[in-house]
């Protein structure tokens, strides 16, 4: 037997439940290692495929979706048919706190991975066993490791929706881990960022617009929206909200990051790196 491995071969961003923290946006960097005999030609998989077809089949099945434990006592889900014909879900997770979590979107906004909790291993063990059957049988078996990206420094988990994207950004559970630098005349502020990162952490950003004005409830807020895959709603606790009157873009963070530190310390020489998980993100000075 051989193996293949693609290291950083792709990286996944996604929201999930957790039963103490809530909604958490989460990025993770993805190893693949593949096992099995090589064919007659002697290769076991081209590595176009794995960085492709293999990436294609991670994406479907986690990039950009809401991720819950379906093996979680905490978690009630049910599927239904919109007159659309378009399957719906709708997701309620009941937190120990008492408090709760409910989204309801198209069903290829959310993935069910059959565990007790979400975890970088129990995603890795959800796409072996899932990816597996999709490949040539001369591959034994597969295994992908997934993990943070190692920050050393502030960082935040921030879920949010897009409802004008044309792509899967428009799912309104969907998020990244993100580390914040804010400069002061070049120079990291390490108090700034860490103060922002506490601001952020663990929070849905929110909309204004997108705000359910028929919704009352002091203690929690809904959002919806329809969207070109369908319509989406999420209703969570007021505290764990951030409200934005931008589009929640990473453009739009940055910058309203920027215009907040101003208009509190205006001689300051600011500039703002907001990431959007890894490597990426947008500069505001």
């Not at 290291?7 to 909604?23: H, M, N, V």
């Not at 935040?156 to 804010?182: D, M, V």
């Not at 601001?199 to 929206?225: A, M, Q």
């Amino acid at each position: 037997m051989i193996t293949l491995f693609v290291k950083e071969a792709t990286t996944i961003d996604f929201s999930y439940l957790d039963e103490k923290r809530g909604l958490l946006g989460e990025t993770y960097i993805v190893d693949i290692y593949i096992h099995g005999e090589p064919d007659s030609e002697g290769i076991l998989l081209d590595f176009s495929d794995i960085k492709h077809k293999i990436k294609e089949n991670i994406d479907f099945l986690v990039e950009h979706q809401l991720l819950v434990p379906s093996n979680s006592p905490l978690l009630a889900i049910d599927f239904a048919n919109e007159s659309t014909k378009q399957e719906s879900v709708s997701v309620d997770w009941q937190l120990p706190n008492k408090t709760h979590i409910r989204v309801v979107s198209p069903k290829g906004a959310v993935s069910e991975v059959p565990t007790g909790r979400i975890s970088e291993n129990s995603v890795a063990q959800y796409l072996n066993k899932t990816i597996l059957p999709m490949l040539p049988n001369n591959i034994l078996s597969i295994e992908f490791k997934l993990y943070p990206e190692t920050i050393n420094g502030p960082y935040y988990h921030y879920s949010h929706g897009l409802k004008k994207h044309t792509g899967n950004c428009q799912r309104i559970a969907h998020g990244h881990r993100s580390k914040i630098e804010i400069y002061d005349k070049n120079k990291v502020s390490t108090a700034l960022s860490k103060q922002w990162a506490e601001t952020f952490r663990d929070i849905y950003i929110g909309k204004e617009e997108d705000v359910d004005s028929n919704f009352n409830d002091p203690n929690y807020i809904r959002f919806n929206y329809e969207a070109p895959q369908g319509y989406f709603e999420i209703t969570i606790p007021r505290v764990s909200v951030y409200l934005m009157k931008e589009d929640t873009t990473i453009e739009n963070i940055a910058s309203h990051i920027h215009q907040k530190i101003k208009q509190n310390q205006p001689d300051l020489d600011i500039a703002v790196h907001a990431y959007e998980g890894l490597n990426k993100g947008a500069i505001k000075k």
